[in-house]
């Protein structure tokens, strides 16, 4: 065989492997040569589409929280309560000192 059939059967035979490819990703060409996607049918009922979609809705509902959650510690209030946090803690790191020295 001469490779010019070597190389028109290697250059069919990887044609044959992309159209295989798109047939299985669903992708087909109208008679303009234009490519489209076309809905597969997966065996999924709809009522699985509905639960997957609800789902999805309560997700992005936690996700929302979540960035509430995140950004509130950045507010006013959180930083008020940070601040008499720490007043707080030095006020008890610096009771032990005081008392040190009103007992001499």
Do not use: C, F, Y
Request: aromatic fraction near 2%.
């Amino acid at each position: 065989m001469s490779s010019w059939a070597i190389v028109a059967l290697v250059g069919i035979l990887i044609w044959g492997v992309v159209q295989v490819a798109r047939a299985r990703a669903g992708i087909v060409e109208d008679e303009d040569g234009n490519q489209k996607v076309v809905p597969r049918s997966d065996g999924r009922t709809a009522a699985e589409l509905e639960a997957a979609r609800r789902e999805l809705v309560e997700l992005k509902e936690r996700v929302k929280v979540l960035e509430r959650i995140a950004t509130d510690a950045h507010s006013g209030d959180a930083r008020e309560q940070a601040r008499i946090a720490a007043e707080i803690e030095a006020l008890r790191d610096a009771a032990p000192a005081l008392r040190k020295e009103q007992s001499e």
